[in-house]
């Protein structure tokens, strides 16, 4: 079984499109996250859900909205892509913020 | 800001080899410290956890240290094989919930 799924696993699309990303958790956890690996594999949190409230929104350009419809699940819309917004998006999830989190396999997004 | 280092960027070594790799961290007001692997290609899969309170932490041929005066860990390997060959990520836990990574060591252990 799947702990933490995400889907697109990969999204080629060009400039000025928006496009979401979803990610789904079985494990009942009630923190979920969504990070950014870019090109040179450093990894960034944007923004983290508890139980469906926003906790951390780090500085991301408000093209990026996440969505909780539930605690289950955390969505990624992202409005007029821009080439730089190429990268790995990973989502994990956690029971709280102090425990272990564990990470869905990543999207890939290319940006033409 | 809390900012991470991980020492090497890049490991080579051959197969049974022990090895150690170092993190550290600049701000000591952490919750915890947790080491991840990412495979090429893959998601991240957390190996250890340590809570700012202990020391270490064991997992089979891993082992992590924390010291969180001095705002350092280490993951010692023992008898390296090829298939820990992946690129291992310090991450920790501060105020607010932020997990703040490092660049990562990328490990080849050759057969």
């Known amino acids: 079984d799947t702990a933490v799924s995400q889907t697109p696993k990969y999204l080629v699309t060009q400039m000025g499109n928006d496009k979401s990303i979803k990610c789904e958790q079985n494990?009942?956890?009630?923190?979920m996250y969504w990070y950014k690996q870019d090109s040179k594999k450093f990894l960034k949190i944007m923004f983290s859900y508890n139980n469906k409230e926003l906790i951390i929104n780090e500085t991301v350009p408000n093209r990026f909205s996440p969505k909780s419809p539930d605690k289950a699940h955390l969505n990624l819309h992202i409005n007029s892509l821009e080439l730089g917004d190429s990268a790995v998006y990973f989502c994990?999830?956690?029971?709280?913020?102090?425990?272990?989190?564990?990470f869905g396999p990543g999207t890939r997004l290319l940006v033409l | 800001k809390q900012e991470v280092t991980q020492i090497p960027a890049a490991l080579s070594v051959p197969e049974g080899e022990n090895l150690v790799l170092n993190c550290s961290f600049t701000d000591s007001a952490i919750y915890n410290l947790q080491w991840f692997r990412q495979d090429p290609g893959k998601g991240l899969t957390s190996l250890l956890l340590?809570?700012?309170?202990?020391r270490e932490q064991t997992s089979g041929r891993l082992n992590a240290s924390l010291d969180k005066s001095s705002g350092r860990s280490t993951l010692y390997i023992a008898a390296s094989q090829p298939g820990d060959s992946a690129t291992y990520l310090c991450?920790?836990?501060?105020?607010?919930?932020?997990?703040?990574f490092g660049e990562g060591t990328q490990l080849t252990v050759n057969p």
């Open positions: 991450a920790v836990i501060t105020s607010g919930s932020r997990l703040t």
């Open positions: 340590i809570q700012s309170s202990q």
């Open positions: 494990l009942g956890h009630d923190t």
């Open positions: 994990a999830s956690s029971q709280t913020f102090q425990e272990t989190q564990y």
